[in-house]
């Protein structure tokens, strides 16, 4: 395989890439990140693949950053390196995410799953930002994404405590949109991805690009780019199919196109 750290394959229209460290429990060093960044802009690119899944083992989805390749490194290491600048290319990724999480996904690793779109909980998933215990505090995005995702008191409470939450927490809070049984979880996660790849490529991506924006800008300005990208849309021979085949009563075939 062309991947050290990973695993990639595609399931018809679902690209699945797999972290693959057992040994440290997908610990994300910087050949992992580079990894995972370069695979996923493949499938971003590869008109074949309508969504991507992210996961890791049964066990943990990743413990986070690796602690061992930063422990010994300065301020001006990391600040000449821009360490972590390179998941803003994972961020900026326009085919849909769905990080598929069972076991640990903690510092790092909660935000890698919070940088996808969806996420989605096997029953065992255990969420964290144990960082403080570290001496440190979340640097790849954790403070700014766990707040917008559960809100500020639990936020507060999961960076300052470093505690756990559970999947079905985490599901009451809306950092997971689903909470699946252990048995076949990855199967199911896949078969959310299956579903939204059923779809037209160019308009997923488009109805992505309209969620995020909600994160960037006001409601005016971003109701106003909803409304452009939607108008957009009918510029998609998908659009033109897909009320044809409503009208006809027949199911639609997405071309991508
Ligand atoms: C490097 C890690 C690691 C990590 C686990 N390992 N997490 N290595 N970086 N984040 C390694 C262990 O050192 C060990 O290697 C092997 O994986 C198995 O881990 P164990 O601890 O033996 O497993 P277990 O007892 O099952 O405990 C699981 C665990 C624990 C509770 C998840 O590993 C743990 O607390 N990990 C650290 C979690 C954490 O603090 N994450 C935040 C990281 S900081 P050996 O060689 O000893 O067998 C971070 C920063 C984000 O993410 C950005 C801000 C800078």
New binding site residues.
């Given amino acids: 395989s062309e991947y050290e750290n990973i695993l990639t394959e595609t399931r018809e229209r679902v690209g699945i890439i797999t972290l693959n460290r057992p040994?440290?429990?997908n610990?994300l060093n910087e050949a992992t990140m580079r990894e995972v960044v370069r695979a996923a802009r493949a499938f971003d690119a590869d008109p074949g693949v309508g969504a991507v899944v992210l996961t890791g083992s049964e066990k943990?989805f990743a413990?986070?950053?690796?602690?061992?390749e930063?422990a010994d490194k300065s301020s001006m290491d990391m600040y000449l390196a821009d360490w972590?600048a390179e998941w803003e290319q994972f961020t900026r990724l326009r085919i849909p995410v769905v990080a598929a999480v069972s076991g640990?996904a903690?510092?790092?690793g909660c935000?890698l799953a919070m940088m996808c779109d969806i996420v989605v909980a096997s029953e065992t998933a255990r969420f964290g930002q144990?960082?403080i215990?570290?001496g440190?505090?979340?640097?790849?995005g954790g403070s700014q994404r766990l707040t917008r995702a559960v809100g500020k008191s639990k936020a507060m409470d999961m960076i300052l405590t470093g505690r756990t939450m559970t999947a079905e927490e985490a599901e009451r809070a809306g950092l997971v949109s689903r909470v699946l049984p252990a048995e076949g979880f990855l199967d199911e996660a896949v078969a959310i991805a299956a579903t939204i790849a059923s779809k037209s490529k160019p308009v997923a991506m488009m109805a992505k690009e309209a969620v995020n924006a909600a994160f960037e800008m006001g409601l005016g300005q971003g109701v106003l780019f909803e409304r452009r990208l939607f108008h957009s849309a009918f510029a998609t021979k998908d659009q033109k199919e897909g009320m044809a085949a409503f009208v006809a009563k027949r199911d639609p075939e997405f071309t991508g196109e």
């Fill in positions: 040994k440290a429990l610990a943990a413990a986070g950053a690796d602690i061992k930063m972590f640990h903690l510092g790092g935000e144990p960082e215990n570290l440190i505090f979340p640097g790849m």
